[in-house]
């Protein structure tokens, strides 16, 4: 009973604080608004819910509806963004990473917490490249506006420690996760009002903004693939999450609530014909089933199911067929690819186009070091086209270095003896291969990352895999 009264809780106050921040950021005006949200920064630093502040600034991040979209200083639909020196902003997300990286050197709370890193080697390789790109950078040449870029990934990348301290033990991620669940069903009920009236969310506050992401048809041609995108790094967690669960022998949630969460995370995919999310999300169902099929029958049962039923009434629901069928056309356009057409019917540029022009970047950097975060790196830098850009950023040596943690980190759990007793590091060891594939088009590897929510899924798998690493030790 305890338990159901945490999770409505987690959840009462993760609406009100969304709905809060709509009020604050668009209705109250400039600057009252900004000195109200400061507010929030006394609570968190007193608060013993970590997690949760996580949670609601992952999701505010993720853009519900196109909200809090925008990065500018005049921006009257982003989070709010602070000058604390000239010229060097910071948004209220980054305020609140770096008010925790200080709670957890200073605050009581975490006085006696000590961290088992699993992975220590790996992040001391990964430091030290990223001074070295530093001193590349500086060779390279650095503007005031690459030196801001800079500044921002380094606050981005506290999120890996603060992660590691806050989501230390599997209740306190379970705990986090409850937060999340419902943000899948919210996420396709938001597609679907998309796909009805043409715009997002944000139109009803903001007119002038159509939407924020995704495609719509909004001159009623029909020609017009429509993509409607919402919360993709939420259901990434959700997707990973509930699958992680599944795989314990306990039931810390009920398993057809989990079921329900994973296949609504990859049917709202599916219908955002995002094709690297949709083939990543398949490919990760079928390593899972894999592993967990002889073991677990009455969950593959259960999945069959809810996926038979959740296409038997898509089908009945004319817009809802329509969207699911044009999906399944623009990932059928993959087959194109394969036998050697790089625009893949004409629907794909990233190869012909985006790649070409970060390698001609790459060919004037340092080769073995690659460009770093200089001038250089930004004037070619093209976030749909992953391993490139990555190349890009760190050479080839840097690039060898990535190989060796993916392989390190693929060691540990995926590979690792423990699996077959603990099937539950194999799930957060395939995490990384949902990744990898996803980053062949959006890049969520790397140190040069555009999106803040990019750094949340890394951190998140290192986490998942170090956490279950630990509670495997502490029951042996």
């Keep these: 009973m305890q338990k159901i009264q945490k999770i409505n809780t987690d959840l009462r106050d993760t609406l009100l604080i969304l709905v809060l921040s709509v009020i604050v950021i668009y209705f109250i005006p400039h600057p009252l608004n900004y000195l109200i949200s400061l507010l929030i920064l006394p609570f968190i630093w007193n608060s013993k819910r970590d997690y949760f502040w996580i949670a609601v600034f992952f999701i505010i991040e993720d853009q519900p509806g196109g909200l809090f979209w925008g990065s500018s200083l005049d921006s009257t639909t982003s989070m709010p963004i602070f000058t604390l020196i000239p010229s060097i902003s910071f948004n209220l997300r980054e305020l609140v990473y770096l008010l925790l990286v200080a709670k957890i050197f200073f605050h009581q709370n975490y006085a006696k917490i000590r961290v088992n890193n699993h992975f220590h080697r790996s992040f001391e390789v990964l430091s030290f490249l990223f001074i070295i790109l530093i001193f590349v950078s500086i060779a390279e040449g650095m503007s005031f506006a690459s030196v801001k870029y800079l500044a921002r990934i380094i606050v981005n990348l506290t999120i890996f420690f603060i992660l590691f301290f806050v989501l230390i033990d599997i209740e306190t991620i379970i705990s986090f996760l409850k937060i999340l669940f419902p943000f899948v069903l919210i996420a396709l009920g938001l597609q679907i009002f998309s796909l009805i009236f043409k715009f997002q969310l944000i139109n009803l506050l903001r ?72 083939i990543a999300f398949a490919v990760t169902y079928f ?144 995490s990384l291969i949902t990744l990898l594939i996803t980053n062949t088009s959006i890049q969520v590897i790397g140190f040069n990352l ?17 956490v279950t690493l630990n509670d495997i030790q502490n029951r042996q």
């Excluded at 199911?305 to 009945?316: D, E, H, K, R, Y």
């Excluded at 699911?324 to 012909?352: P, Q």
């Excluded at 001038?375 to 850009?389: A, C, E, K, Q």
């Excluded at 990019?454 to 986490?463: G, K, Q």
């Design 207 to 278: 007119p002038e903004i159509i939407s924020t992401q995704g495609v719509f048809n909004t001159l009623g041609s029909g020609n017009e693939l429509e993509r409607p995108l919402e919360l993709e790094y939420v259901k990434y967690i959700c997707f990973v999450g509930s699958l992680y669960l599944l795989s314990f022998k306990i039931q810390h949630i009920n398993r057809f609530y989990l079921i329900l969460i994973n296949v609504v995370s990859f049917f709202s995919q599916f219908i955002g014909a995002t094709r690297t999310w949709i």
């Design 287 to 430: 390593l899972f089933f894999l592993v967990n099929a002889k073991n677990n029958l009455k969950i593959i049962g259960a999945f069959a199911i809810i996926i038979v039923l959740f296409f038997i009434g898509s089908n009945q629901i004319n817009l809802i067929n329509t969207q699911v069928f044009n999906s399944w056309e623009r990932v059928s356009s993959i087959e194109s690819l394969a036998k050697g057409d790089l625009s893949a019917g004409g629907t794909l540029i990233r190869f012909e186009v985006r790649a070409p022009k970060v390698m001609e970047g790459f060919e004037k950097s340092t080769i073995l070091f690659g460009a770093g975060f200089s001038d250089l790196h930004w004037d070619y830098y093209d976030y749909h086209v992953g391993f490139h850009n990555i190349l890009l950023n760190v050479g080839i040596f840097g690039y060898l270095l990535f190989i060796i943690v993916i392989i390190s980190f693929a060691k540990k759990t995926i590979f690792s003896n423990l699996v077959k007793k603990n099937p539950q590091l194999y799930v957060a060891g395939i």
């Design 450 to 466: 555009v999106t803040e929510t990019s750094f949340f899924l890394m951190a998140f798998m290192f986490v998942l895999a170090n």
